[in-house]
């Protein structure tokens, strides 16, 4: 069965500094792995994906995510956080059953921007 | 359109009522998805609609619940004799044909549902 474990339900960073949002998936095969962005009241936005092409991913808003196979983890970093980064986090691995192309969200992470 | 829309944005219900959601997936996309988020519970898988493939129902929650997809695109999404423990974001999601590749779902801004 595949899951993800987002290891931290709060991070808190100052404007500027870097940003680490931690992910670990397990998985019975090599999976794909998303991370979603939730801002207030808004739907889920894609920030990255991967799908076994290269290792380190670059996303929208200066996001990216390094796919470690030997770690199983897939950690979201950012060099310079902005208070537009404040918004819930979501590690997600894709569950194939069948025809079905589930996506198995972590608990989440609630991200805040200290000015 | 040019994403997922989702109707009603938001909804009051009373105990014991029946209610019903609306999805409007991005055109071309045959798949569909429902997942439910509820406070403090993350996201869950509700039901998945592929093509005229029958759907994947196994994360319905009760018999409560039911979805239809008419026509391969508009889905509904039914709730009969609503419980307060049905209250959440319902988040209806759509993508491209099932792959092994990860195709990118694409998420609406939810139905939320409260029910009184």
């Known amino acids: 069965a595949q899951s993800v474990t987002q290891l931290d339900s709060h991070v808190s960073v100052s404007e500027g500094t870097p940003v680490l949002l931690r992910c670990n998936y397990s998985s019975s095969y090599s999976p794909s792995l998303f991370w979603y962005v939730q801002h207030p009241n808004k739907g889920l936005q894609l920030l990255l994906k991967?799908?076994?092409?290269?290792?380190l991913v670059k996303g929208i808003n200066g996001f990216e995510a390094e796919f470690k196979k030997s770690e199983t983890s897939f950690h979201l970093t950012k060099p310079s956080a902005h208070m537009s980064d404040a918004a819930e986090y979501f590690c997600v691995v894709t569950s194939y059953g069948g025809a079905t192309n589930k996506l198995i969200f972590g608990t989440g992470t609630l991200l805040a921007v200290q000015p | 359109g040019a994403g997922v829309s989702q109707s009603p944005s938001n909804k009051v219900t009373e105990k014991g009522k029946d209610v019903e959601l609306r999805c409007d997936p991005i055109?071309?996309?045959?798949?569909l998805y429902w997942y439910r988020q509820s406070l403090g519970q993350g996201l869950e898988f509700l039901i998945y609609f592929q093509g005229n493939s029958a759907p994947d129902k196994s994360g319905l929650p009760s018999d409560r619940f039911s979805a239809e997809r008419t026509g391969g695109s508009v889905s509904t999404l039914t709730i009969q004799r609503t419980q307060q423990e049905d209250s959440a974001v319902y988040l209806c999601?759509?993508?491209?044909?099932?792959?092994?590749?990860?195709?990118?779902?694409?998420f609406g801004e939810g139905s939320w549902l409260t029910v009184v």
């Open positions: 055109s071309g996309h045959t798949a």
């Open positions: 999601a759509s993508s491209l044909a099932v792959t092994s590749s990860g195709n990118t779902i694409y």
């Open positions: 991967y799908t076994s092409a290269a290792t």
